[in-house]
């Protein structure tokens, strides 16, 4: 089983910043990629930042030029810093990934979220 732990959420003014982690363990074969999605109150989930093994990226145009998503492959983690928050960058954050964990299967799963709450 492939779990992710999510972590650095919390209460942040506006211009803020935070840095999100989210950690992957259990038997896996590889990771292929990691992302960040995010979901407001009265709102669908939407995807805030992506990164595949390659160190390609791809952004939320709401959060180009002030979220920086990030890989450490020997740790199975990802990380979100997150700077001049906005209130409507208020939401929980959940961290996904896929890949395998034998030659056979695969697996995509998600985080349990962390909030993230911008205000003043």
């Known amino acids: 089983q492939v779990q992710l732990v999510e972590s650095g959420g919390g209460l942040v003014q506006p211009g803020g910043s935070l840095r999100l982690s989210c950690a992957a363990s259990g038997s896996i074969f590889s990771i292929n990629a990691m992302g960040w999605y995010r979901q407001a109150p009265g709102k669908q989930r939407e995807l805030v930042a992506h990164?595949?093994?390659?160190?390609?990226?791809n952004y939320a145009d709401s959060v180009k030029g002030r979220f920086t998503i990030s890989r450490d492959n020997a740790k199975n983690t990802v990380y979100l810093q997150m700077n001049s928050l906005k209130p409507e960058d208020t939401a929980v954050y959940y961290c996904?990934?896929?890949?395998?964990?034998?030659?056979?299967?695969?697996?995509?799963?998600w985080g349990q979220g962390t909030q993230v709450t911008v205000s003043s």
């Open positions: 990164i595949r093994s390659g160190g390609s990226t």
């Open positions: 996904n990934a896929d890949g395998t964990v034998t030659s056979r299967s695969s697996f995509v799963t």
